[in-house]
């Protein structure tokens, strides 16, 4: 039932060149694992191992996109999408991570984007979202400095083949995510549970992306480069208020936001003595030259958004990490994930990032916010969701921030990684069995939000 507060045609209005989309990503979707030549994931190695994805799903076939990107290329125009934000699977382009090149890969790239272009869909792939070649991990992963050297050559090397059409780019997705839950805690691929000595694993993504974009430049020189962050308002629970519970907040705001964040936009790493880095080069990792390689101007920031974080002082100092994450006090809605519903935390987000950069802070993209709710397609909490969050940053862009566009995620329900197919985050409902593809109300509530927001912006 739409309210007052979802109706789209009562929303607050964004500017009238506002580009609104949806994301996905290759690994989610795709299917055809083993495919015209592609090489095996880390994520293809990972969902064999008993245990480490819920039921034993895999991405194997997924949405199966890989052969149903016509279907859902209708969709999207169906939607009225401006963008659409997909990664590229790196072990499809360059089976090893580096080397040969594997051309039906790239081919498959070139008729996506084409069928976005001639829907009138602007394409906006990222580079890295998560599915690492097996063979690259196989020699350290993303602990390896080489690693981020092959991120540039694979950059290049789809810049080179899709660069005449494609112009906005994004290097990396969520590498905070991607080193705690892959490389610290060993909740997702490969799978490693190294806690803080996966820091490296920061600097040397953040060197890949200076590195990239580097390459995209090259190749593309009129490209629009951006990163997309994870990025998280840190909260205290309103019973923590002691000198240590901030302290607390503060080590988890520069491990989650600031470790990502600050050396793009300001060209140095925050203070992490918290997590005993009381030296700049990190014990050798960092060397001369790379913050200026991390730092070069971005064209853009992506934001991730899903929910605060709720921080307290440790209850055992020992343990090895300076913070508790834990849950708010007050009673807010849970998605189906069970995070809290928090839209005002993406204006605080947003508001907070001008506030700490200000004239460094290059235009914002929202580049995934979303939520997972039950399957069926009667899914009026998610148009709440959508609602609720889309005017947080119409309040964020009335209150100065320079938000140039929203992309959902995500256009279908996919392989949630360690949850497999168990939470449904799509504006279009998929039939794992079958590949039946199901439009949701929330499907219909975006189409007719964006139909809105353009009347409303040429009249």
Known sequence: MT?????????PPLPADFVWGASTAAYQIEG???EDGKGPSIWDTFVRRPGAVRDGHTGDVACDHYHRFDEDVALMRRLGL???????????VLPAGA???EPRGLDFYDRLVDA?????IEPTPTLFHWDLPQALEDEGGWLNRGTAHRF?????????RLGDRVKRWITLNEPFVHMSFGYGFGVHAPGRALLLDALPVAHHQLLGHGLATAALRAAVPDASVLIANNCTPVRLRTDARSDADAAAASAYDALHNRLFND???LGSYPDLSAYGVTEP???GVVRDGDLATIAAPLDGLGVNYYNPSWVTAPADPAAGLPFDLTEPQETYGRTAFGWPVVPDGLTELLTGLEARYGGVLPPVWITENGCSQPAGTDDRERVDYLAGHITAVADAVARGVDVRGYFTWSLLDNFEWAEGYHQRFGLVEVDFATGRRTPRASFAWYRDLIASQRTRSSS
Request: aromatic fraction near 10%; glycine fraction near 6%.
């Open 3 to 11: 309210t007052s507060a979802t109706d789209p045609t009562r929303l």
């Open 32 to 34: 055809a694992a083993d």
């Open 82 to 92: 401006d963008a659409y934000r997909f990664s590229v699977s790196w072990p499809r």
């Open 99 to 101: 080397g040969k090149v």
């Open 116 to 120: 976005l272009l001639d829907a009138g």
């Open 152 to 160: 540039a050559e694979y950059a290049a090397v789809t810049a080179d």
């Open 263 to 265: 050396p793009v936009l």
């Open 281 to 283: 080069s990190w014990g």
